[in-house]
């Protein structure tokens, strides 16, 4: 119930292109779902996250998908560029910041070409 | 504003020896969560620290222990290293009342 499910593994986009990620979740307490985006040698990044209460969020680029009664939700990157190619991960937790323990999806390798 | 800074960046251990990684938080953070990120995987949640106090665990055995000092600055330990123990080991912090967790670059353990 603690599990977090991310496809694809990897995703080979043209240049702007949508790349779209999508996540799975069980566990309905989850309250807080962000995005991470990681470089080789990196830590991860947040790129943007959302709460339940709404369906879709959108900072630049990258908007966020939320469908509350499938339990799902996805990344969406527009307009993809070489500099977007990285490791993207979902998250879920119960609370967020410093009471939440993040549960992180398996990651998809985005290669954007040129 | 530093950000998260952990050290060493890199550590090769042997087997059944101990480790100590350790991390220091962006500025005025009070929170410190440990996470291990094997390779290809997703970063699991190992424990987390607040007030000095582990304040939740994931599932990790008693091998792996921590502490967090008043300076809010952490340190994760691990005992009788096993093979299995390889991994990038990654630090996240945040401040009470704010949503985000933000991660360090890591210390990649190689244990042989």
């Known amino acids: 119930q603690q599990q977090v499910k991310q496809s694809p593994q990897s995703l080979i986009v043209q240049k702007g292109g949508i790349s779209i990620i999508n996540c799975a979740y069980e566990?309905?307490?989850?309250?807080?779902f962000p995005w991470y985006q990681q470089f080789p040698g990196k830590g991860p990044a947040l790129l943007i996250a959302?709460?339940?209460?709404?369906s879709e969020k959108k900072e630049g680029r990258f908007t966020i998908s939320f469908n509350k009664s499938a339990k799902q939700f996805s990344l969406h990157i527009m307009d993809s560029q070489p500099g977007d190619s990285a490791t993207y991960f979902c998250?879920?937790?119960?609370?967020?910041?410093?009471?939440?323990?993040?549960?992180f999806g398996q990651g998809t390798t985005l290669q954007v070409k040129p | 504003d530093a950000g998260v800074t952990q050290s060493p960046t890199h550590l090769i251990k042997t087997r059944g020896q101990q480790v100590t990684l350790r991390c220091s938080p962006k500025?005025?953070?009070?929170?410190v969560s440990w996470y291990q990120q094997a390779l290809g995987q997703g970063p699991q949640f190992i424990f987390q620290?607040?007030?000095?106090?582990?304040?939740q665990r994931g599932n990790f055995p008693d091998r792996f222990s921590g502490h967090q000092f008043p300076n809010y600055s952490s340190e994760l330990n691990v005992n009788a290293l096993l093979l299995g123990d390889s991994a990038l080991y990654l630090c996240?912090?945040?401040?009470?009342?704010?949503?985000?967790?933000?991660f360090g670059p890591g210390t990649r353990l190689l244990v042989l």
């Open positions: 566990n309905t307490a989850f309250d807080y």
């Open positions: 959302i709460r339940p209460d709404v």
């Open positions: 620290y607040y007030e000095e106090e582990e304040r």
């Open positions: 998250a879920a937790s119960k609370g967020s910041g410093n009471t939440g323990k993040l549960i």
């Open positions: 996240a912090s945040s401040r009470s009342g704010q949503e985000t967790q933000y």
């Open positions: 500025s005025g953070h009070d929170t």
